[in-house]
């Protein structure tokens, strides 16, 4: 089984940036789709972007479109989530999942393998 660990998580003011990092173990990382999820206190778990296997194909929320961007490196088995001009209602625990199913998967229940998460808060 793959395990996952997030990085990155801090505090931002309104309109900053971060970029969240997830080094996944195993031999296998380019056979599994990659997903970002957030959970903010009160709410459910929730999609935020996901990419597939080989990096080609990525789809994102209509809530962070144009503002996230989901990547990763073969080379050190790692994904990446880079948020800019983000704002308050982005703060959440944000979580790493990973699916050993192609396509595009956008609910928790798709993703057996999570990280432990990493707090980001974003102050106004």
């Known amino acids: 089984q793959v395990q996952l660990a997030e990085f990155g998580g801090g505090l931002v003011q309104a309109g900053g940036s971060l970029r969240l990092s997830c080094v996944v173990s195993?031999?296998?990382?380019?056979?599994?789709?990659m997903g970002w999820f957030r959970q903010a206190p009160g709410k459910e778990r929730e999609f935020v972007t996901t990419?597939?296997?080989?990096?080609?194909?990525?789809y994102a929320a209509d809530s962070v479109k144009g503002r996230f961007t989901i990547s990763r490196d073969f080379a050190k088995n790692a994904v990446y989530l880079q948020m800019n001009n983000l704002k308050p209602e982005d703060t959440a625990v944000y979580y790493c999942?990973?699916?050993?199913?192609?396509?595009?998967?956008?609910?928790?229940?798709?993703?057996?393998?999570w990280g432990q998460g990493t707090q980001v808060t974003v102050s106004s």
């Open positions: 999942a990973a699916s050993s199913d192609s396509g595009m998967r956008t609910h928790p229940s798709n993703f057996p393998s």
């Open positions: 195993g031999r296998t990382f380019s056979s599994y789709t």
């Open positions: 990419i597939s296997g080989s990096g080609a194909y990525a």
